[in-house]
């Protein structure tokens, strides 16, 4: 895969992405972006980071974080990234995340990130007392990409807006420093069947950490009970499954349910529906329960393998470290010198 829109960058095609230790991964992280991660080790140079300054734009947790970082890279493992051959980080522990971040402050336009609908939907109805983090979220994002000059992120369709901003970042830094393919366009990985998981309660809101209710989510930590309880009690209506895609029309919780079903078996919803077409939920569900527990049980399992021992992992992301560094500070010693940066 290369970028078809700049055919002319010529430095490596790498990927980078990232997730918010908030709170616990779920099930829409892990099929929106968790099983991408892995799988593109196979076929690239992947920098996988935990991004704990994004973390805080939403309020301090000092007691937790660094617990909660440490749950987040045992999922990025327990999943099947392998830190032997993908570089995995915590944010902050990359000083060079926040200088890039001050110099993208300066070239992102207000309007630009006034524009951005996640902070709005974030922030709710009082955005003038959110923090000033949360609305530069997204340059922080585009420094977080462009300090490795990653040229392919995995995210889920909600960060499609925001990757757009990271393009429009490096395109202004490109032309204003009139050096035309410094940093690369970096292409979202979005489409796939996993890339917009939706509320097991609401089919119009997207499947959140920070949704409320823990019932409106799987969490890949959940045991095969919680699964089994929190699909049977997912809102659907009163008729079957549809047998052809044509019959999700206006349905969205269920084509939720199908979609869910499909990406986590990685079959195509025509086939999910060719074999519950016509069925009710009350065999449609359960087979989805014990589908999602099959999955996830051995995830959860070794999560909790590998952050009972926290030296070991502790020790896999200051290795990692060493390596997202040794990428980023000479990407930003060039970024100073076409800034004009004074020289120590
Ligand atoms: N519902 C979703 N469906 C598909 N992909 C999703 N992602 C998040 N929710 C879904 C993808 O997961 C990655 C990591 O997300 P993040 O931790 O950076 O934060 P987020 O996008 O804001 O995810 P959450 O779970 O909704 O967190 P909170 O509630 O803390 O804001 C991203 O690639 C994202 O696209």
Request: with cysteine.
């Amino acid at each position: 895969m290369t970028d078809a829109a700049q055919p002319q960058y010529k430095g490596p095609q790498r990927v980078f992405s990232g997730m918010q230790p908030t709170n616990g991964l779920h099930l829409g992280n892990y099929l929106g972006a968790l099983q991408k991660f892995v799988r593109l080790q196979d076929h690239y140079e992947c920098i996988y980071c935990i991004v704990d300054l994004h973390a805080i734009t939403t309020g301090p947790d000092p007691e937790n974080l660094a617990s909660r970082c440490r749950e987040v890279a045992a999922a990025y493992i327990a999943a099947g990234v392998d830190p032997k051959r993908s570089t995995i980080f915590i944010q902050s522990a990359v000083r060079e995340h926040n200088e890039l971040t001050w110099i993208f402050n300066c070239v992102a336009r207000m309007g630009w990130v006034e524009r951005m609908t996640q902070f709005k939907d974030k922030a709710g109805k009082d955005a003038q007392r959110s923090s000033v983090g949360l609305f530069d979220y997204p340059v922080l994002q585009a420094a977080d990409i462009l300090l490795y000059k990653a040229t392919h992120v995995p995210v889920g369709e909600d960060q499609k807006q925001h990757l757009e901003l990271s393009r429009d970042i490096a395109q202004k830094f490109n032309n204003d420093h009139n050096a035309p393919n410094f940093f690369p366009l970096p292409e979202p990985l979005i489409q796939g069947p996993g890339a917009r998981i939706m509320s097991l309660r609401d089919g119009s809101k997207k499947m959140s950490k920070s949704d409320p209710s823990d019932m409106t989510r799987i969490n890949l930590t959940d045991d095969a009970d919680a699964i089994m309880s929190k699909i049977k009690k997912a809102t659907t209506d009163a008729h079957p499954v549809p047998e052809s895609k044509d019959g999700l029309e206006g349905r969205a919780e269920v084509e939720n349910l199908v979609g869910i079903f499909a990406a986590v078996t990685e079959r195509s919803v025509e086939d999910v529906l060719t074999e519950f077409g016509g069925k009710g939920f009350g065999v449609f569900k359960p087979a989805l329960a014990e589908t999602l527990a099959a999955k996830l049980s051995p995830i959860a399992a070794e999560m909790r393998r590998l952050t009972a021992d926290t030296a070991s992992l502790d020790a896999i992301l200051k290795d990692g470290a060493e390596k997202a560094a040794a990428v980023a500070q000479p990407i930003m010693a060039e970024v100073r010198d076409v800034v004009g940066l004074w020289r120590a």
